[in-house]
């Protein structure tokens, strides 16, 4: 069971704060999930097409401000997942450390990873989204 989970994606304004909301709804109050980004600024805004997209599934992240990854989230994080291997391999490079909490959001799906739909087609944030819904039950047995 895992207590502290982190998300990560690259810019921490579609796919980690989509998966963080999904993580929080089906661990409730049992798990902290919290999302960062590897390359990214703090305070931005979620993307408005995973705003919109969220909304129609009864979950508002319009309160969603951006985070940089830092050694103190990796530190309290019992699990770290990713979205794509090479965050898994940029990670490692700077945090060797955490290597073992680093895990594919689709690990449980043959280590599926969840391309980034940002600036894409419609279509492409759909599935993106889905498919993280999807990715994040997965999960599920092991957060709570």
Known sequence: MFKNTLILCTGNICR?????????????????????????????LADDTCIELLKQKGIDI????????????????????????????????VYPEARGKLKLLGHWQRNKEVLDPYKKSREVYMYAVDLIEELTNDWKPYLQ
């Open 16 to 44: 980690s704060p989509v998966a963080e909301a999904f993580l929080k709804r089906i661990s409730g109050e049992s798990t902290k999930v919290l999302s960062a980004g590897v390359n990214t600024k703090d305070c931005a």
């Open 62 to 93: 319009t309160g969603h401000r951006s985070q940089k990854l830092s050694s103190e989230l990796l530190v309290s994080a019992d699990l770290v997942l990713v979205m794509e291997k090479k965050h898994i391999e940029e990670v490692s490079r």
